[in-house]
């Protein structure tokens, strides 16, 4: 029987671990949606890569209690690849779909980029946390499909020249592996990175629709980023985002 996944933050668990309660959107999903009552059987996960067995105690229109039995196996491991996946800013719905499609590669963490050429722009703080919400909620929702106990991070999004600066910029004290994907002035993957590097940690870049410049192009390899390239055909940047995702997890992570 497919289980019935719900997310609760570390806080919301009782000081045992004996209990959980949910917050009003999660009960509205556990009453109204999945119809289930007191004594169902439900698991929680706490967004942190652990997940709980029990059933439902006690739920109103405003909260639900889930006494645990015990602690279960997430329906999917973690990756050992820590991938920060930064996403040039995408149109109307392509960044929902990146979100999305990164939490299900396992990525651990989105980064949404602010680019030269990117047609969307942020116009104030409150803008930006609205949009960092909604992409938060649509990680949620596909960390509960796709069987996973850790929430994937949204970061705040940022200038694409503040990110390729932040360290580590040294690569040779790190085994931390810094990709930039475009579509010029590159390399492809297996002649970027040498066969033997098995780093635990990689961020990579990737976007923009228009295109990346001159000038972020060198900005990037300035700040030792390696510049790849995927091959002969030019794909949408949503496509880029998910075809680098499962690439990566494929050569350093867990999708074999």
Not at 251 to 256: A, C, E, Q, V
Request: with cysteine.
């Amino acid at each position: 029987m497919t289980r019935r996944r719900f997310y609760a933050p570390p806080i919301a668990f009782s000081d045992d671990r004996t209990s959980v309660r949910l917050s009003a959107e999660e009960t509205r999903h556990l009453r109204d949606v999945l119809r289930l009552r007191v004594g169902d059987e439900a698991y929680v996960f706490d967004g942190e890569g652990k997940e709980f067995r029990g059933s439902v105690s006690d739920t109103d229109r405003s909260s639900s209690v889930i006494r645990i039995v015990e602690e279960s196996q997430p329906p999917s491991p973690e990756s050992p690849l820590n991938l920060t996946l930064a996403v040039a800013l995408l149109k109307g719905e392509k960044f929902d779909v990146a979100v999305q499609k990164a939490t299900e590669l396992g990525a651990g963490c989105v980064v949404p980029l602010v680019t030269s050429r990117a047609d969307v722009r942020i116009h104030n703080p409150e803008d930006a946390q609205k949009k960092q919400t909604r992409w938060q909620r649509i990680a949620l929702e596909a960390t509960k499909q796709c069987g996973r106990a850790k929430l994937m991070k949204i970061d705040a999004p940022v200038a694409f020249a503040e990110f390729v600066a932040r360290p580590p910029v040294n690569l040779a004290v790190s085994d931390e592996l810094c990709l930039m994907f475009s579509e010029r002035d590159g390399s492809p993957l297996a002649d970027a990175v040498d066969s033997s590097e098995q780093p635990s940690s990689v961020k990579a870049i990737v976007g923009s629709e228009g295109g990346w410049t001159d000038e972020e192009i060198q900005q990037a390899s300035t700040a030792q980023w390696k510049i790849v390239t995927l091959g002969g055909r030019t794909l949408r940047a949503e496509t880029a985002a998910i075809a680098v995702a499962a690439l990566l997890q494929h050569r350093f992570g867990d999708l074999k």
